[in-house]
């Protein structure tokens, strides 16, 4: 089990490339299972979900090849249509590749996510849509058995919820389905719109992507295609919280300023400036971080989940109170405990957190509990005055690419011990 030891306080400097975004990546390998020859990922980032997404592939029957940041998926040897329980377990997002499996096999087996890390993970929406579409779904043993026998149809599928894997799954069943179907309070988020481009660009017929409605016209069949993964908008968002917390002005590269729209805003009312210039984002962070008033995660384009984490641990050593509300996760606010040790002054009242800044933090053994919580450890540690050891890494190496070569190549010393 690795740890990471951060020996703070870093000042950072410099230029960081963005990575392919960990959330598009995993829904685009699951969509090149429609397509009749093989596909080609580009700017795709090396995680042990992207890996775990890979073994699921391999495990259906594709034939999968890296080299360097990109994948070839070569689906046309699909013979199998159930995901193991281990694969399940080690990635509950799996469930995005129900859909695909479904629509490219008739038939789809695995095993129920069940509850995770962020509290319980329901996949009701994504169930009751791909009923509507013609699935008749077994929930036995913990197992979920889905068979389409007379094909998938289009329907109006109207979320209660605007679930960004539940929009997913229904774009990727809903490809090669017969008819219309159209999603309505769809998920907006970056990462649909990547998924739909690259399934226009196999051949589907996808309108609306990014906004409320989605329509999705059936066609009979796709074909492979090259596609480039969008940038990560939350390790772009990461890697700001980091240089906000320790005073340090830094470049992103290879990122989508649009993407980072709902975060931005966050980072200049706490005092930090920004140059932006085509795909780089120059960021000049002030001697003191001001408070933030009021952050409230929403889905896209309100301010991101994925990033609350990050952003609390700078929050941490601002000046002033700021506060955090949670709308999306029931339980996510598991780096809090951590963030304590580290000497911040934070108290959690359900969906509430109420960050007193503190002039500053100093190092401590902390424990990542989940993959954005565990980010907000590396931040916070960075900003700390002494040793900081993260344990819980594989949680982080989960979505960002070597994290340590990065901050270490800005100018923090970042090092990972492993057992
Ligand atoms: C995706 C992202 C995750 C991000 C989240 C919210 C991936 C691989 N993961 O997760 O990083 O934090 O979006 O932006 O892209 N819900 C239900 N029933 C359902 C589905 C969801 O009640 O059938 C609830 C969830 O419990 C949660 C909320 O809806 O409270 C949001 O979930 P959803 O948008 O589906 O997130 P994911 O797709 O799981």
Do not use: W
Request: net charge negative.
């Amino acid at each position: 089990m690795s740890k990471l030891l951060i020996q703070g306080p870093s000042r950072l400097k410099g230029e960081v490339r963005v990575h392919g975004a960990k959330n598009s990546t995993l829904p685009l390998m699951a969509a090149s299972l429609l397509c009749d020859s093989t596909c080609v990922l580009h700017n795709c980032p090396v995680l042990s979900d992207v890996q775990t997404s890979e073994k699921i592939l391999q495990h259906l029957g594709c034939h999968t090849e890296r080299s360097g940041a990109d994948v070839a998926i070569d689906p046309r040897s699909v013979e199998q249509s159930d995901i193991p329980e281990y694969l399940m377990r080690e990635m509950r997002s799996s469930i995005v590749f129900l859909g695909a499996i479904i629509s490219r096999m008739g038939r789809a087996e695995l095993s129920f996510p069940g509850g995770c890390e962020l509290g319980p993970r329901p996949i009701d929406l994504h169930l009751s849509a791909l009923r509507k579409m013609g699935v008749e779904i077994q929930e036995d043993h913990g197992c979920l058995k889905c068979s389409a026998p007379e094909g998938l149809k289009g329907v109006n599928i109207a979320f209660s919820f605007p679930s960004v894997g539940a929009t997913e799954n229904v774009l990727l069943a809903a490809c090669c389905a017969q008819g219309t179907t159209v999603i309505t309070n769809a998920a907006r988020e970056p990462e649909i719109c990547d998924l739909a481009e690259f399934l226009n660009q196999c051949g589907a017929n996808i309108l609306g992507a990014g906004e409320s409605t989605i329509v999705i016209e059936g066609v009979k069949n796709l074909h492979g295609c090259e596609h480039e993964v969008i940038p990560d908008r939350i390790t772009a968002a990461t890697f700001l919280a980091a240089a906000a917390a320790t005073g340090s002005s830094i470049t992103l590269t290879h990122v989508l300023p649009a993407h980072l729209a709902p975060v931005l805003p966050l980072f200049e009312e706490s005092g930090c400036r920004f140059e932006i210039r085509g795909k780089e984002i120059r960021m000049h962070t002030p001697d003191r971080l001001s408070r933030i008033k009021n952050v409230r995660t929403m889905p896209y384009p309100g301010f991101p989940t994925d990033a609350q984490a990050p952003m609390m641990a700078m929050t941490a050593v601002a000046n002033g109170t700021s506060i955090f509300v949670e709308n999306i996760f029931e339980s996510r606010y598991k780096h809090v405990g951590e963030l304590l040790r580290l000497g911040a002054n934070i108290k959690v009242e359900g969906r509430v957190a109420v960050v007193e800044g503190v002039g500053h933090l100093s190092g401590a053994p902390v424990e990542a509990a989940d993959l954005r919580g565990g980010a907000a450890l590396v931040v916070a540690g960075l900003a700390a005055q002494g040793e900081t050891l993260v344990s819980g890494v594989r949680h982080i190496d989960r979505g960002y690419e070597c994290l340590e070569k990065s901050l270490c190549a800005l100018g923090a010393q970042v090092t990972r011990l492993s057992d």
